[in-house]
């Protein structure tokens, strides 16, 4: 069950995922999520706009972005900062393989580092 973007990041945080690519994180988080969250609304891809698609949108209201190295730290937080400006999005969740500072935005932003999983 799905009481709010806490429990999104606490799955997420236990998962031990592909770290190798983006697409190969996205194939498995997917089921992944969909196993944990059943009958919960989550939508792939989901377009915020014409410019704006995270990664999932669960509930109708809770982002889910999942980055590994490829866009720069400054582009992953502007990127957050963008969905949080949207009035359905509550709350966003950053799963990530590197590094991250703390991201100040309109919404709450949780940060979950992937490879703690495999320590």
Do not use: C
């Not at 937080?77 to 400006?85: D, L």
């Amino acid at each position: 069950m799905l009481g709010g973007v806490k429990d999104i990041a606490d799955v997420l945080s236990r998962g031990r995922f592909s770290l190798s690519s983006e697409s190969s994180l996205q194939l498995e988080v997917d089921p992944y999520l969909r196993e944990a969250f059943p009958g919960v609304e989550i939508s792939r891809e989901h377009r915020l706009d014409r410019a704006n698609r995270p990664d999932w949108l669960i509930d109708g209201r809770f982002v889910v972005e999942a980055k590994i190295s490829r866009s720069s730290r400054r582009d992953t937080v502007r990127q957050v900062q963008r969905y949080a400006e949207f009035p359905q999005v509550e709350a966003i969740v950053l799963i990530t393989g590197r590094s991250m500072p703390p991201i100040r935005a309109a919404k709450p932003v949780l940060i979950v580092h992937l490879g703690r999983a495999w320590l």
